[in-house]
């Protein structure tokens, strides 16, 4: 099983990203996704999560006007669209993938079974 995270990088403020991560080995439909971020010298937070069937999404409320979470099951992809960077965005972003066979997202890190390897956004003033 393998996700795999792809489209950080170094931005300027005010830019826009979109994050990636392909789930592999598993049927990606079956599993709810999510994203997390673990600032420089702060623990790691939960961002995002989405359904298995993308119908039902949460974005933590202090980004929420900024980015927004998706999901294509046909290619077996997540999304993070992030607008409107601020350096405070910096993080290393990590997509994860926690089983479920309900209509609802996780946001609790044990929820979830596998994890990305990370994609680093820097955000420069």
């Known amino acids: 099983v393998q996700l795999q995270a792809s489209g950080g990088g170094l931005v300027q403020a005010g830019d826009s990203l979109r994050l990636a991560c392909v789930l592999s080995?598993?049927?990606?439909?079956?599993?709810?996704m999510g994203w997390f971020r673990h600032p420089p010298g702060k623990e790691r937070e939960f961002i995002a999560g989405?359904?298995?069937?993308?119908?039902?999404?949460f974005v933590k409320e202090h980004v929420r006007r900024r980015f927004t979470i998706s999901r294509d099951n046909a290619k077996d992809t997540v999304y993070l669209q992030m607008n409107g960077v601020v350096p405070e965005d910096t993080a290393v972003y990590y997509c994860?993938?926690?089983?479920?066979?309900?209509?609802?997202?996780?946001?609790?890190?044990?929820?979830?079974?596998?994890w990305g390897q990370g994609t680093l956004v820097t955000v420069s003033s």
């Open positions: 080995g598993r049927t990606f439909s079956d599993y709810a």
């Open positions: 994860a993938a926690g089983r479920n066979t309900g209509s609802y997202y996780y946001s609790l890190t044990d929820e979830y079974t596998f």
């Open positions: 989405i359904s298995t069937n993308g119908r039902t999404k």
